[in-house]
């Protein structure tokens, strides 16, 4: 089992930045397992859709629409990921959920809201 908590959503104004974190607790063996870690978004009558994801050995994914604006990274010995979100668009505005995938499991957390204004 594996419990991920978020947090660092928030309101800005278009060209801002926000720092999103997420932690993982839990079962050991599931929490050593976790690879890879990341993010996704859902916005109001959209799909939840991959924002970014890392793994344990650096590999990155990003959705083509935040390349170059937003940075994930992790810290394997906290089992923490980090989404370092800059230049922010009101389209943007979504919540924000953290993923983990485990060798049994995949787990998410209840999300952040992020909302940019124009």
């Known amino acids: 089992q594996v419990q991920l908590v978020e947090s660092g959503g928030g309101l800005v104004q278009a060209g801002g930045s926000l720092r999103l974190s997420c932690a993982a607790s839990?079962?050991?063996?599931?929490?050593?397992?976790?690879?890879?870690m990341g993010w996704y978004r859902q916005a109001p009558g959209k799909q939840r859709e991959l924002v970014a994801s890392?793994?344990?050995?650096?590999?990155?994914n990003y959705a083509d629409s935040v390349k170059g604006r937003f940075t994930v990274s992790r810290d394997n010995a906290k089992i923490t990921v980090y989404l370092q979100m800059n230049s922010l668009k009101p389209e943007d505005t979504a919540r924000y959920y953290c993923?983990?995938?485990?060798?049994?499991?995949?787990?998410w957390g209840q999300g952040t809201q992020v909302t940019v204004s124009s």
């Open positions: 993923h983990a995938a485990t060798w049994n499991g995949q787990y």
């Open positions: 839990g079962n050991i063996f599931s929490i050593v397992s976790i690879d890879p």
């Open positions: 890392i793994t344990s050995g650096g590999h990155t």
